[in-house]
């Protein structure tokens, strides 16, 4: 008989044990969905909304970085105004103001 007051205590205090570690796993799993939450929010804003918008492509003529949203595109190459698009056939634009 002994040996199973002996288990059945050992059982009590596992489950206690259980019990106590399962509620501070839970408290600290909140926390960190919470953190998780937050920080992937965060990024997902600089991912989805900025990203495209945001990149920058040079100007094929200037150099000048323009926003991907702004620039202007002929071809390959894209341009910060209509002036460097259209004055980039025309020569390296040297003497042209
Ligand atoms: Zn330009």
Do not use: F, H
């Amino acid at each position: 008989m002994r040996r199973l007051l002996v288990l059945v205590l050992v059982l009590y205090l596992v489950w206690r044990v259980l019990n106590i570690v399962g509620r501070r796993l839970e408290q600290r799993s909140r926390e960190i969905t919470e953190e998780g939450l937050a920080g992937r929010g965060s990024r997902r804003r600089a991912a989805t909304g900025g990203g495209e918008q945001e990149r920058l492509l040079p100007c094929a003529r200037c150099g000048t970085l323009v926003p991907a949203s702004r620039a202007l595109t002929s071809g390959d190459a894209s341009y910060c105004s209509p002036e460097c698009r259209d004055g980039a056939g025309k020569g390296d634009g040297s003497g042209a103001s």
